[in-house]
């Protein structure tokens, strides 16, 4: 079946440091593939998506490219700050199927 | 994207009674709609997809008779817990699919049974 693998948490950076999230995913079709965002006391929200092999999503200074060849989805940000402080969830959605899977999500803390 | 609210945001109640949550689809049709669990600091877990008019669909593992599910109209889908058990304290999601599979997710429900 489908499933996602992320890296595991908690990271904690300084601002303006370059955070990197990795994401691996398990499909049996062709995924669209999501990083979605949880800031704290807050419910998701969609951050980037990519609907096939080499699109590269970006939002809000992330970035995330779709790998089919490693099959990966890695969320990238080359300087963060302290808003960005949240918990990151990578997802797959596989074709023609609303239903999402999640990764176990990653807690990202920026310290000024 | 579509804007999805929820009802309550944080709900107590006594172990034995039942809980309703809506979940609404504030400015889009929704025909299905998802029902998801977050435990502290995990994922979340797809519990059941929502169809408008017809029968919820549980994922493997989520007793039906305890979680009912209605979704009457195109923008309203209920989540009632029956019969609440400490277990079953936990935060409650949904969700609303849209196109390109990307799905819009209400503020959850936070569900603390004493």
């Known amino acids: 079946g489908d499933s996602v693998t992320q890296m595991e948490g908690p990271v904690t950076l300084s601002e303006e440091a370059f955070l990197t999230i990795n994401c691996t995913y398990t499909?049996?079709?062709?995924?669209?593939l999501f990083w979605y965002v949880q800031y704290p006391g807050e419910g998701l929200q969609l951050l980037l998506k990519?609907?096939?092999?080499?699109d590269k999503g970006s939002n809000k200074g992330f970035e995330a490219t779709y790998r089919k060849e490693t099959t990966s989805f890695h969320l990238e940000k080359g300087s963060v700050q302290v808003s960005d402080s949240a918990v990151y969830f990578c997802?797959?959605?596989?074709?023609?199927?609303?239903?999402?899977?999640f990764g176990a999500g990653t807690t990202v803390t920026v310290r000024a | 994207g579509a804007v999805v609210s929820q009802h309550p945001s944080w709900v107590i109640c006594k172990s034995g009674t039942s809980v309703k949550i809506e979940c609404r689809s504030l400015?889009?049709?929704?025909?299905?709609m998802f029902w998801y669990r977050q435990f502290p600091k995990q994922s979340l877990m797809l519990m059941a997809t929502?169809?408008?008019?017809?029968?919820?669909?549980?994922e493997q593992g989520v007793e039906k008779d305890k979680f009912l599910i209605n979704h009457a109209s195109l923008t309203l889908s209920t989540l009632t817990v029956t019969s609440a058990h400490p277990e079953d304290s936990s935060f409650y999601i949904c969700?609303?699919?849209?196109?390109?599979?990307?799905?819009?997710f209400g503020p959850g429900t936070r569900l603390t049974v004493t």
């Open positions: 969700s609303v699919g849209q196109a390109s599979y990307e799905q819009y």
């Open positions: 499909a049996t079709g062709y995924p669209s």
């Open positions: 990519a609907t096939k092999a080499d």
């Open positions: 997802a797959l959605s596989d074709d023609g199927d609303y239903k999402l899977s």
């Open positions: 400015d889009f049709q929704a025909t299905t």
């Open positions: 929502s169809n408008e008019g017809s029968k919820a669909t549980y």
